[in-house]
């Protein structure tokens, strides 16, 4: 089946870096996406990786790793604003259609 | 630019009723995708719509319907409600269907059964 699995939670404290990782058990899409969502609302588009590597959008970084069936976003010089879940996701070739991981919840403490 | 706009952005209603949820793009976007987001089950994928087209379901009952309009404004319906289909639903829009990741998501709208 396809799924992605993500850790629940992350905690990390203000300035520093977190990486959060998302493993997946699917194949034939087209790339790895990442999401942010605040308390439920609007998730927002990130980053994506249709090749393998690293992909760089700001503090934002995203790594894809298809012969390891991995992938990460890497968020540099956290701040407090960046405490939200965060969505891994996979493009199928279908089109329109993704397939979300469970979400991670990030913490940021002072 | 105007974003995604979904309406209602509350809603309660009583089982076994049914309930309209409207999604309007972004201007001049042609793909409309929906998905439910409850605690449990996370974020899931119900349909997309491309060009009024029917274009990928995701494994929801037959219940769970929608459609796209010419001017590719989305609704989804959603009859017999059940206490589960209690949730947040979500829609999104791209400009084409298969594309780089970036779709565009709405506020959604967060449905209560009671």
Redesign the interface.
């Known amino acids: 089946g396809q799924s992605l699995e993500q850790p629940s939670e992350v905690t990390a404290v203000e300035g520093a870096i977190v990486q959060i990782n998302c493993t997946y058990q699917t194949s034939g899409f087209y790339g790895l996406s990442w999401y942010q969502q605040h308390d439920g609302g609007a998730p927002t588009f990130l980053s994506y990786n249709a090749l393998d590597g690293l992909e760089e959008t700001g503090r934002f970084s995203s790594f894809l790793s298809r012969s390891d069936s991995y992938g990460y976003l890497l968020l540099q010089e956290l701040q407090m604003k960046d405490s939200a879940s965060y969505f891994c996701a996979v493009t199928y070739n279908q089109g329109g259609k993704l397939i979300f991981g469970q979400g991670t919840e990030l913490s940021v403490k002072p | 630019k105007a974003?995604?706009t979904q309406t209602p952005r509350y809603l309660i209603k009583t089982r076994g009723q049914q309930v309209t949820l409207s999604c309007s793009p972004i201007s001049g976007h042609r793909?409309v995708?929906w998905?439910q987001?409850t605690p449990g089950q996370?974020?899931?994928?119900l349909f997309?719509?491309?060009s009024e087209t029917q274009?990928?379901k995701?494994n929801f009952p037959g219940r769970f319907s929608g459609r796209q309009f010419s001017n590719s404004r989305s609704e989804m319906n959603v009859s017999t409600l059940e206490l589960g289909d209690s949730a947040?639903y979500?829609c999104?829009s791209?400009l084409?269907?298969?594309?780089?990741?970036?779709?565009?998501?709405?506020?959604?709208t967060?449905l209560t059964v009671v």
């Open positions: 974003g995604v793909s995708s998905y987001q996370g974020l899931q994928f997309e719509y491309f274009r990928n995701g947040l979500l999104a791209s084409e269907s298969r594309v780089s990741g970036g779709y565009t998501f709405g506020s959604g967060r």
